[in-house]
């Protein structure tokens, strides 16, 4: 079975966000599914909350995984709330996670200035509307432009999500993580904040930093992500074919000896 690509988008956004990946892994022959948060996207009418949020993420990772090892793909709020499920005591079926935009910790100053920010932003006409869109025409290009905001935006959602996030034990959860993962962040990514940090925690984890390119490097980059989503589906492929093959040689081995113990009982049977 192949590779299954589950995408957890971030905050305000939905998974029309996505588009230009799932074509591009569509187009390869690789299945991908793209989910809406609570609060957001097709569930705009719903309330976000954690609990809501990692039992999507946990019932797409497990539908996936009956077809095939899982990479999980999440950016911004999503990485965020993934690395806290991928990293559980006991851990998902998840093959490996790509976590783009996410490398802060979202507790303290930080995210209370964050929070009071966006509030104000909230506040203007047209709840900042004008200035999101202005900003985005001139960053994005036209392939992914329209992808962003195709699912609306979860204003409503946005503080109550920012607030609930403080509670994620990110370093424990980042210290579990043994499956392959990579950090991806745009040059002038506001999040990269404690990316040393999250390298020296897990250190079997590879960091790409696209170069001039701010916290949307998905929308930005997307031949430049799309790349990475392949060598992590390579990479995950790789490693399912050499268990497969140690399992080969496992059940090879175990029948060797079934056989040599028969042999032995039947020499030493009466003619």
């Known amino acids: 079975m192949g590779v ?3 995408f957890v988008h971030g905050i305000r956004t939905s998974a029309t966000m996505w ?6 892994l569509t187009s390869c022959g690789v299945t991908a599914t793209a989910v809406d ?3 957001h996207g097709t569930r705009r009418d719903g309330v976000f909350t954690l609990d809501g949020a990692f039992e999507t993420i946990d019932h797409a990772v497990r539908e996936a995984a009956a077809r095939g090892p899982v990479l999980l793909v999440a950016h911004s709020m999503g990485g965020l709330v993934s690395i806290d499920y991928v990293g559980q005591e006991d851990p998902p079926p998840v093959a490996g996670f790509v976590a783009a935009s996410c490398t802060a910790i979202p507790r303290g100053m930080g995210l209370a200035t964050y929070r009071f920010l966006a509030r104000r932003f909230d506040s203007l006409p047209d709840r900042g509307m004008w200035l999101t869109n202005y900003v985005l025409d001139r960053t994005l290009p036209t392939e992914t432009r329209p992808d962003f905001g195709a699912g609306g935006y979860a204003f409503d959602a946005q503080d109550v999500a920012l607030r609930s996030l403080s509670v994620l034990d990110l ?3 980042l210290a579990r993580i043994e499956v392959p993962l990579w950090f991806v ?3 002038y990514d506001q999040l990269r904040v404690n990316e040393r ?3 020296r925690i897990a250190p079997h984890a590879e960091l790409i930093v696209v170069p001039r390119t701010s916290h949307l490097v998905t929308a930005m980059r997307p031949r430049v992500f799309n790349a990475v989503l392949s060598l992590a589906v390579a990479t995950i492929e790789r490693e399912s074919a050499r268990e497969d093959s140690a399992g080969e040689d496992s059940a090879g081995e175990d029948r060797a000896g079934e056989d040599s ?3 032995g009982s039947g020499r030493g049977a009466p003619a």
Not at 19 to 24: D, F, K, L, M, P
Request: net charge negative; proline share 4%.
């Open 37 to 39: 948060l609570p609060g």
């Open 185 to 187: 962040n745009g040059q």
């Open 261 to 263: 113990a028969g042999e």
């Open 4 to 6: 299954q690509v589950v």
């Open 197 to 199: 940090l999250f390298i």
């Open 19 to 24: 588009r230009a990946q799932t074509e591009y």
């Open 171 to 173: 370093l424990t959860a």
